[in-house]
């Protein structure tokens, strides 16, 4: 009973909290809903934990978890701001309490979780809701938003998450592993859901996330050529024609659609932007702060707060606290010239070590390397291939966005999952 519990809970966490959403306003906190149904599922994990005790066991790799947990318990308690590192920051919520969920998602998911056929059900089910409403959302025709008289920016494909990188961080999961599933299962759902998800993820407009999905393609690419067959050539080309047409189709919308909808071609904007980003990467511009949206900024003032606490960090989700501690002038001036607060590092990588500690970030990596180590058998096992993939997708992406609790659990699941043999065999 308390397995089929914990299976339940563990579906609700990576199919029904993603499209948990308020309407999007600036007077409502969008990610309310996420975080207070992710902790209610917390606390349901912690008591069926409990009632399992006798059977928990902990591996190297769950001890390695275990020493980041410390270390994020530590810097909580040191932090600048106590009450903020254990629920989070206003709207993010990734303190101690997001992270405790996260790791039982992934412990669950690696001893408990067992395959099921309701759950690619779901997954289709998640993937065409999100992705639909984010196309919609692009195309400004997404009606929800008109008939309740809801301010939305146009071409803000976020769906569900609130932001567009968030919803891209997702979509970095979601396209990789629908195209590994086809690759390997042959099933046309598979193919259909991997063009809808890659619409998605083209009108994100996110770069990080078609960034995760280039570098996992190269490892798909290799599994393809090391299995090579006529049927995965040919599955191959499908996949790859039908994301060209549907490039083709964004990049130059037909007269209608420009026409009825929006008057500006995004996509090649966001070309446009990557490429000057690139000419400024060698110099060309004196002033490189801007590079990356605004990122090379960010980071320059995330690795002046990793100097002054570089052991145990300011605490989960106090990056703004530290700042305004520690770089108060700083602060007001990006306030005064474009009216916001630094909250985020923009690199997962980076938020850890200036929140929580050099040395947490240390474990962290080697937390994930320790799990990659084990899969040296990606490219001839199918379902070690279809697990890892999309997790390869979230860390590439994740050196240049944001962790969020509406996909942060997903990712986590997926790190337990892979260590699951008995699912590994009915995925097969």
């Known amino acids: 009973m308390t397995n089929k519990l914990i299976n339940i809970i563990l579906n609700i966490i990576i199919f029904i909290i993603p499209v948990l959403a308020l309407p999007r306003n600036e007077s409502i906190l969008y990610n309310v809903l996420k975080i207070s149904a992710l902790l209610i599922c917390g606390a349901f994990l912690v008591v069926l934990l409990i009632l399992k005790r006798k059977e928990l066991k902990f591996d190297l790799i769950d001890k390695t978890l275990i020493a980041f947990y410390v270390l994020i318990i530590v810097s909580t308690i040191f932090s600048v701001n106590v009450k903020k590192a254990i629920i989070g920051e206003d709207n993010r919520y990734e303190g101690l309490l997001a992270f405790t969920v996260y790791f039982m998602t992934y412990y669950c998911a690696k001893y408990f979780f067992t395959f099921n056929q309701n759950i690619k059900k779901f997954a289709i089910a998640t993937t065409l809701i999100t992705s639909i409403i984010?196309?919609?959302?692009?195309?400004?025709?997404?009606?929800?938003?008109?008939?309740?008289?809801?301010?939305?920016?146009?071409?803000?494909?976020?769906?569900?998450?609130?932001?567009?990188?968030?919803?891209?961080?997702?979509?970095?999961?979601?396209?990789?592993?629908?195209?590994?599933?086809?690759?390997?299962?042959?099933?046309?759902?598979y193919l259909i859901l991997s063009y809808i998800s890659f619409f998605a993820m083209l009108v994100t407009m996110t770069r990080s996330a078609w960034t995760g999905l280039g570098v996992a393609s190269i490892f798909g690419l290799i599994y393809v050529i090391k299995n090579f067959n006529k049927d995965i050539l040919k599955r191959t080309i499908y996949l790859c024609a039908g994301f060209i047409m549907i490039f083709i189709f964004v990049l130059f919308p037909p007269k209608f659609i420009k026409n009825s909808y929006f008057n500006v071609n995004l996509l090649s904007g966001r070309f446009e932007e990557t490429f000057s980003d690139f000419n400024d990467m060698f110099g060309q511009k004196e002033d490189q702060n801007e590079m990356g949206s605004g990122r090379i900024e960010i980071w320059k003032n995330v690795l002046e707060v990793i100097a002054q606490s570089p052991l145990l960090g300011s605490g989960p989700d106090t990056l703004k606290d530290s700042l305004i501690i520690h770089n108060p002038l700083q602060v007001i001036e990006r306030v005064n010239r474009i009216g916001s607060v630094i909250d985020k590092a923009h690199n997962e990588y980076l938020q850890i070590a200036a929140t929580i500690g050099i040395p947490a970030l240390i474990i962290y990596l080697a937390f994930l390397a320790q799990i990659c180590a084990e899969q040296k058998n990606m490219f001839k096992d199918n379902s070690t291939f279809i697990l890892l993939i999309p997790i390869i997708s979230y860390m590439v992406q994740a050196f240049f966005n944001i962790s969020t609790i509406g996909v942060a659990p997903i990712f986590y699941f997926l790190l337990g999952l892979i260590q699951n043999e008995k699912f590994k065999e009915n995925l097969k």
Do not use: D, E, W
């Open 134 to 189: 984010g196309i919609l959302q692009y195309y400004n025709i997404f009606p929800i938003y008109h008939i309740f008289n809801i301010p939305y920016t146009v071409g803000f494909a976020c769906s569900t998450f609130g932001n567009r990188n968030f919803f891209g961080s997702f979509l970095s999961i979601v396209v990789t592993l629908f195209m590994a599933l086809y690759i390997v299962k042959k099933k046309k759902t």
